[in-house]
């Protein structure tokens, strides 16, 4: 950036923080100097001093509400973010000596229920490696594996990428799990699991053969014998979505979502869903109660006597 104006050389200097001493990552400091480019747009347009020192709350708002009818939710709880670290940033390096942005409110997000597979879409999902005649059968086994282990584990997709082949456990039907915040945890591997892992490892092997760059200690290979990157497990799980259910909006989530919601309807009790899926908090794993009841209440509005008697008043 050059040095144009006091809000132009302020953002800079929280670029350099954010690189330097947050070591955030060239995408994290691009969106919120891009927001904050945004920011000094507006009080630049609106005639007002381009310096933090002399903005308010006031300005911060007005700034927020003429982005508000074009900008989702998500959308400005980011940009309320970018501004709220700004000046957080601004304080600590004494360069205002009050915050504007504390009194900001973060934008509520509705909560969506998950989506999921239905039980018999589940089993089509799973069907579909083995019948995919043309793929070379150790990718057929791979796939089959990933999809058994996300489905029965409820793994994250970054869990599931970073796994290695010493996590897991076959004999004790169990696999290690890194998961958020460097949390360790242990999940148990289902019957299917454990059968489509011994079917792979052995055609893992030619898989690792294939490339010099090679990671011996990854579980998930690709074609070329490298570890299988997120992008490339949602690939997969995508196109056995789009094979097996008709669903090419499947998501590795959603293969979590599935996992939750199957294991509540089983009569599983959300402590051990919460231990299963490594959720911090009670409340996220409750969501899947909101799920379970509205396919109780389309059950009983289809099934129950009083439901169909009351229909059928008129």
């Known amino acids: 950036m050059s040095a144009t104006d006091p809000l132009h050389q302020q ?13 955030s990552s060239a995408r994290t400091v691009e969106t919120y100097i891009r927001d904050l480019q945004s920011f000094r747009d507006y009080v630049r347009e609106q005639g007002l001093p381009a310096d933090a020192r002399k903005l308010d709350i006031v300005v911060l708002r007005g700034f927020l509400s003429s982005l508000f009818s074009s900008n989702q939710a998500s959308t400005m709880k980011k940009k309320v973010s970018a501004i709220r670290s700004f000046f957080k940033f601004l304080l600590k390096r004494q360069i205002i000596d009050q915050n504007p942005a504390s009194g900001l409110r973060t934008p509520k997000i509705a909560k969506s229920l998950p989506r999921f597979l239905t039980v018999d879409q589940a089993f089509r999902v799973m ?9 070379a059968k150790p990718l057929k086994a791979r796939d089959l594996a990933l999809l058994e282990t996300l489905y029965g584990t409820g793994v994250r997709v970054s869990e599931l990428a970073s796994m290695n082949l010493g996590h897991c456990e076959l004999s004790e039907s169990a696999a290690r799990v890194l998961g958020k915040g460097g949390k360790e945890r242990i999940v148990p591997l289902g019957r299917s699991a454990v059968e489509a892992l011994q079917t792979y490892l052995p055609e893992r092997l030619g898989l690792l053969a294939k490339s010099k760059a090679a990671d011996p200690d990854a579980l998930w290979l690709s074609r070329n014998g490298r570890r299988l990157s997120v992008r490339q497990v949602q690939n997969i799980v995508r196109r056995h979505g789009t094979l097996g259910a008709g669903r090419g909006d ?13 294991l509540l309807d089983a009569g599983a009790d959300l402590r051990s869903i919460q231990e299963l899926l490594g959720h911090s908090s009670l409340s996220t ?16 509005d289809r099934a129950h006597p009083l439901a169909r008697d009351k229909a059928g008043d008129g």
């Open 11 to 23: 953002i800079d200097a929280f670029a350099q923080y954010l690189a330097d001493e947050r070591r």
């Open 127 to 135: 069907d579909s490696p083995p019948k995919e005649g043309k793929r």
């Open 250 to 262: 499947l998501h590795p989530h959603a293969m979590r979502h599935t996992c939750a919601t199957h």
């Open 285 to 300: 794993t409750q969501r899947y109660t909101h799920v379970s009841v509205d396919r109780l209440m389309e059950v009983y």
